[in-house]
C-alpha cells in the first residue's frame, strides 16, 4: 500500500532541534489530516487540511506547525519539543464530502530526548 | 457529542475461532461507520465500511460487520481467526451531512487489541 507515504519513518530529535517530517498521498485526496498516537491514549486528531485550507487546529502547541503547500503534500515542522510529545505520526488522507473514509500513512515514529 | 466506544481493551482468542469485536456509537446524524486494522508499528488499514444499504457488510481478508441502527453497534465478526489477524482494531464514525467545521471528520474509538493463540 503506498497511496499515502511518510519520511522519515523513524526520527530522534533533542528538546532544541528543528525537524519536519512529511507526508505525500498519490490518491488524489483534496483532505489531509495529521494525528498524534500515544501509548494507551486514543488517536488524536491534531490538524485538518481541505483543499490546503486549514480547518481545524485541535489545540495543538504552536511548538507543532503544519504546512499544506498543496492537496498532495503535508509538512509537520517541529521545534523545541518536549519527551511528551515521543509519539507515532500518522499522516492520513480522504476524497472529502461523500467519500470520507481515510487512508494512512505508516507512520513517523519520534523520539524526544 | 459524537463518541465511539469499544468495550473491549484486550481480546484473546484461539487460532481458527469464531471472532466478534464490539463497537457502539454515540452520533446526532447518519453516519458513516468504519473498521480500521493496525500492526505493530504501522499505520492504519481500512478492513470495510458502511455507508448505506444492506446492514451487513463485507470487508477485506475475510471480515465483515453489522449495522444496528437499534443498538448503535457495528460489531466487527470473522468466523475463523488466523495468528496474522493479531493487531489492534479501530472503529471509527463520520458525518454523512456536510457539517461546516466537521467535515471529513472521523472520530476513533480507543481500539481493541487482539491476541491470537496457536
Known amino acids: 500500500e503506498t497511496g499515502v507515504t511518510q519520511t522519515p519513518r523513524h526520527l530522534v530529535m533533542g528538546m532544541t532541534n528543528k525537524k519536519s517530517l512529511k507526508c505525500e498521498q498519490h490518491l488524489g485526496h483534496n483532505a489531509m489530516y495529521w494525528y498524534k498516537q500515544s501509548a494507551k491514549k486514543p488517536l488524536e486528531l491534531m490538524f485538518v487540511y481541505n483543499f490546503k485550507e486549514q480547518t481545524e487546529n485541535n489545540s495543538v502547541p504552536s511548538r507543532f506547525s503544519p504546512e499544506c503547500p498543496n492537496s498532495s503534500h503535508l509538512f509537520l515542522h517541529l521545534h523545541t519539543l518536549q519527551p511528551e510529545d515521543s509519539a507515532l505520526y500518522l499522516c492520513?488522507?480522504?476524497?472529502?464530502?461523500?467519500?470520507?473514509?481515510?487512508?494512512f500513512g505508516p507512520g513517523t515514529r519520534l523520539t524526544v530526548t | 457529542a459524537q463518541s465511539v466506544t469499544q468495550p473491549d481493551i484486550h481480546i484473546t482468542v484461539s487460532e481458527g475461532a469464531s471472532l466478534e469485536l464490539r463497537c457502539n456509537y454515540s452520533?446526532?446524524?447518519?453516519?458513516?461507520l468504519f473498521w480500521y486494522v493496525q500492526s505493530p508499528g504501522q499505520g492504519l488499514q481500512l478492513l470495510l465500511k458502511?455507508?448505506?444499504?444492506?446492514?451487513l457488510v463485507q470487508g477485506i481478508k475475510g471480515f465483515e460487520a453489522e449495522f444496528k441502527r437499534s443498538q448503535s453497534s457495528f460489531n466487527l465478526r470473522k468466523p475463523s481467526v488466523h495468528w496474522s489477524d493479531a493487531a489492534e482494531y479501530f472503529c471509527a464514525v463520520g458525518a454523512q451531512e456536510d457539517r461546516g467545521s466537521t467535515l471529513g471528520r472521523l472520530y476513533f474509538g480507543r481500539g481493541t487489541q487482539l491476541t491470537v493463540w496457536p
Open positions: 452520533y446526532g446524524a447518519t453516519p458513516y
Open positions: 492520513a488522507s480522504s476524497q472529502g464530502v461523500g467519500r470520507p473514509e481515510q487512508y
Open positions: 458502511y455507508f448505506s444499504g444492506d446492514t
